[in-house]
């Protein structure tokens, strides 16, 4: 049966080709899966006579141990990034100024910045008065005039 000829080399290149798959398909997963691949054909490199099926019952409680150990601390010490605004595209404009390309009436209006539009509230201001941002609720940046 094909099962009863696996060796350590199998796992190892499992181990490999998983880490590549992590490499081209990035998620944090299949490199656990590839080291617990790796493992798996190191412990079989040292003990050769394991049953196939111990080896896959190996391979499963490595990988299922070495994901819930990652996400626990992924959990507990969270990545930071350099830039605290990078998925907050609204939070990058507060302090910036801008024009008001529609007057701001009954407590909204719009400007433009960069290739797109953006409503805003405030006092009522006309046309093209320079406006500041000073906060954001939700999508709507919160303005005063300047």
């Known amino acids: 049966m094909m099962m009863d000829s696996i060796d350590f080399w ?5 181990s490999v080709l998983l880490i590549i798959l992590e490499v081209m398909i990035p998620g ?3 490199l656990w899966l590839g080291v617990s691949a790796g493992v798996v054909g190191l ?3 040292a003990f050769p006579n ?3 099926e111990s080896q896959l019952l190996l391979f499963s409680v490595i ?3 070495s994901i819930a150990l990652w996400r626990i601390r992924l959990r507990t010490h969270p990545t930071e990034s350099e830039d605290n605004t990078l998925n907050a595209r609204t939070t ?3 302090g910036r100024v801008f024009t008001l390309t529609e007057p701001i009436i009954d407590g909204y209006g719009k400007i433009h910045v960069d290739d797109s539009y953006w409503q805003v ?3 009522d201001c006309e046309k093209d008065k320079k406006v500041k941002v ?3 609720d939700g999508m709507v940046l919160k303005v005063e005039p300047i």
């Open 10 to 14: 199998h796992w190892l290149v499992l």
């Open 28 to 30: 944090a997963f299949f």
């Open 43 to 45: 412990i079989l490199w």
């Open 50 to 52: 394991m049953l196939w």
């Open 63 to 65: 990988s299922v141990v």
């Open 92 to 94: 990058q404009y507060i």
């Open 121 to 123: 509230s405030g006092p």
């Open 134 to 136: 000073i906060s954001v």
